[in-house]
C-alpha cells in the first residue's frame, strides 16, 4: 500500500510560472518558424535560378547541335523558349523538347532582367515579340543579368543573379541587401 503525504511546505509551479514558460516556447517557435520560412524561399528562389541556368545550357547547347538560333522571351512572369525556322521567324520548339517549354514563376518571385546593360521590364513585353535572350549556333549568346528575390527579413532582400556573357558562360552567385 502507497501512502502519499502532502506537507504544508511542498510547491508546485504557479500560474505566472508556467505561463512564463509557455511565452518563453511560443517565442521561440515563431523565430524557428520565421527562420525556416525565410530559408525555403530563398531555397526556392535559389532552385529556380539553378533551373533557368541548367535549361540555358541545354539551349544553348540545342542551338549548337542542332545548328539553328534559340532564344528566351520573358513576358510577364514567366518566360518560354523560342527557336528560329528557316523564314528567320521565331517559334516554340517541337513537342518533343518538354524541358524546354514555357514557365510561369510564382508571384513572390520578382524578376529583373538587364540585357547588354538595358533593364528589360517583362510586363511590357508583347506575347509576340522576339527573344530578349539568343543563343546563336556559332555558341555564342546575347549578353545578360537575371535577378531573382525574395524577402528577407534581416537584410531587406536575398536575391540569386544569373549572368551570362557573349562567349556563353553563366554564372549564378547570392546577393545580399537593397
Known amino acids: 500500500m502507497f501512502v502519499v503525504r502532502l506537507h504544508g511546505d511542498d510547491h508546485g509551479f ?37 533551373r533557368l541556368q541548367g535549361l540555358f545550357t541545354l539551349a544553348k547547347r540545342e542551338a549548337v547541335f542542332d545548328m539553328q538560333e534559340w532564344g528566351v522571351r520573358f513576358v510577364g512572369q514567366g518566360y518560354e523558349f523560342l527557336v528560329q525556322d528557316e523564314k528567320q521567324e521565331w517559334k516554340r520548339p517541337a513537342l518533343d523538347e518538354r524541358l524546354l517549354k514555357a514557365r510561369t514563376l510564382p508571384r ?19 506575347p509576340d515579340a522576339p527573344p530578349q535572350v539568343i543563343f546563336s549556333s ?27 556573357a557573349m562567349n ?9 541587401g537593397r
Open 108 to 126: 513572390d518571385m520578382p524578376m529583373e532582367l538587364q540585357v547588354e546593360g538595358e533593364m528589360v521590364v517583362g510586363r511590357s513585353v508583347k
Open 168 to 176: 556563353g558562360q553563366m554564372r549564378m552567385e547570392r546577393v545580399v
Open 14 to 50: 504557479t500560474l505566472i510560472e508556467i505561463m512564463m514558460v509557455l511565452l518563453i516556447i511560443g517565442i521561440m517557435m515563431s523565430m524557428a518558424v520565421l527562420s525556416v520560412g525565410s530559408q525555403s524561399r530563398e531555397k526556392a528562389v535559389k532552385e529556380e535560378v539553378m
Open 138 to 164: 556559332d555558341g555564342e549568346m546575347t549578353p545578360f543579368q537575371l535577378e531573382l528575390k525574395v524577402p528577407d527579413v534581416k537584410s531587406g532582400s536575398v536575391r540569386f543573379r544569373l549572368t551570362g
